[in-house]
C-alpha cells in the first residue's frame, strides 16, 4: 500500500496530486488512489495532508470498502507527528471491531512496535491472528506478514516458539530463517570491525531483500471475473453473443467457485475475484479500442480491474461473507 520509492528519487508531493485527479475521474477507484496519495504524502513529510486524505475518506458519503484499513493507516501516520493520544484511541477502537482483513491488524500492531510498545504489539497480532488463523488449514496467503510480523515482535521479546511461530518459519521461504532475520543482536553486527560478521549481515539483508521483491512481484492477484445478477442480464441482452461464456447466473458461479478451487489445487497462490458492471466493461472496450461483444476481451478486463486493486481475496477470511453477494457465510454458501 505504501510506496517505497527514495524522496530524492521521485516528487511525492506532485506523484500525491496526480492520484488525487485521477481519483476524481474514477470514483470507483478514489479509495484505492487515495491511499496510495496519502502514503506519498507521508514521505513527502507532509504528515497533516495525509491525516486530511485520510478524513476525506472516512467522511465520504460513499462506503468504503476497507474503513479499518483506513483507520489503521491514519493511527500510524498520527503517531508519527506528535497525536499519540488519537492514535492509541483509534488503535483500542479497530482492534475492539475486529476487522476480518489482516492488514489493519499489521498496520496498528506495527505502530505500536515502532514506538516500543512491545508487549502490546504482540498482544495484537495474536489477536489477529486468533481471529483469522483459528481452523484455519491453510493461511491465505494475506496472513503471512501477520505471522513473520509477529514472529518478530516474538522474537524481540524474547519468548519461546509458539505453533503460529512455528507456522511463520514454515511459511518463510528465504534461505535465511526467521529467526537469523529476526535476531534481537543484528544490529550490533552492523557496528561489528569484524568481517565474517558484516559479511552474514550482508547475506541476511539480500535475503529480506528477496523475499520484499517477491512480495512486489504479487501486487494483485490472480483473478477471476465475477457478474452480478442483473450486470450479467444486462450484458447479455447488449451483446449475446456472449451467451457462449454465459449459459446461465448460476452455472456462472457454480464455474467461478471451480475455477478458484482448480488453481489452488495447482499451487497458484495469490487468488482472487473482481466484479464487474456493464458500463465500466464498456469503458475498457472503448479504452482497447473493441468490441464488447469481443470473449477475449473478459480475461483482460479482469486482469485490469485487479491491477486496479478491485480484487478480493479467495476463498474469503472465515465467517465472511460469500463473494457471490447472496449475503450468506462463506463456508455455507459456495465454500460448503
Known amino acids: 500500500m505504501r510506496p517505497d520509492t527514495p524522496a530524492e528519487n521521485v516528487d511525492h508531493t506532485a506523484e500525491a496530486a496526480r492520484l488525487e485527479r485521477t481519483a476524481g475521474l474514477y470514483p470507483e477507484d478514489a479509495e484505492a488512489l487515495l491511499l496510495q496519495a496519502a502514503a506519498h504524502l507521508e514521505l513527502a513529510g507532509d504528515r497533516p495532508a495525509a491525516t486530511a486524505l485520510y478524513d476525506s475518506l472516512l467522511s465520504s458519503q460513499t462506503g468504503l470498502e476497507n474503513p479499518y484499513l483506513v483507520r489503521a493507516l491514519k ?3 498520527l503517531w508519527e507527528y506528535g497525536h499519540e493520544a488519537e492514535a492509541r484511541a483509534i488503535i483500542t477502537g479497530v482492534r475492539a471491531a475486529a476487522p476480518r482483513d489482516p492488514a489493519p491488524w499489521v ?6 512496535e515502532a514506538h516500543d ?9 495474536t489477536e489477529g491472528a486468533r481471529l ?6 491453510e493461511p491465505p496467503y494475506s496472513t503471512h506478514p501477520l505471522l513473520f510480523s509477529r514472529h518478530r515482535v516474538r522474537r524481540m521479546l524474547g519468548v519461546p516458539h509458539d505453533d503460529w511461530d512455528r507456522l511463520a518459519d514454515t511459511l518463510h521461504s528465504s534461505s535465511v530463517s526467521l529467526d537469523e532475520l529476526h535476531d ?14 558484516l559479511e552474514a549481515e550482508i547475506s541476511r539483508l539480500r535475503a529480506e531483500l528477496g523475499t520484499y521483491r517477491e512480495a512486489l512481484s504479487r501486487p494483485f492477484p490472480v483473478a477471476v471475473l465475477h457478474w452480478p445478477k442483473g450486470e450479467l ?14 449459459s446461465s447466473h448460476e452455472e456462472h458461479l457454480t464455474t467461478i467457485e471451480a475455477s478458484l478451487r482448480e488453481l489452488a489445487a495447482s499451487g497458484t497462490p495469490n487468488l482472487g475475484i473482481v466484479t464487474g458492471t456493464v458500463p465500466s466493461y464498456e469503458a475498457f472496450a472503448a479504452s482497447e479500442a473493441t468490441s464488447p461483444a469481443d470473449p477475449d476481451l473478459l480475461p483482460q478486463y479482469a486482469t485490469t480491474l485487479a491491477a486496479r486493486g478491485r480484487a478480493v481475496e479467495w476463498p474469503p477470511q472465515r465467517g ?3 463473494w457471490c453477494g447472496s449475503g450468506q457465510p462463506y463456508d455455507t ?4
Open 75 to 77: 493511527a500510524s501516520n
Open 107 to 112: 498496520i496498528v500492531a506495527e505502530a505500536l
Open 117 to 125: 510498545e512491545l508487549e502490546a504489539a504482540q498482544e495484537t497480532f
Open 132 to 137: 483469522l488463523l483459528t481452523d484455519v488449514p
Open 184 to 197: 534481537p543482536k543484528r544490529v550490533w553486527s552492523l557496528g561489528s570491525d569484524n568481517p565474517a560478521e
Open 233 to 246: 442480464a444486462e450484458l447479455l441482452d447488449a451483446y449475446p453473443t456472449l451467451t457462449t461464456e454465459y
Open 320 to 322: 465472511a461473507a460469500c
Open 333 to 336: 454458501c459456495h465454500g460448503a
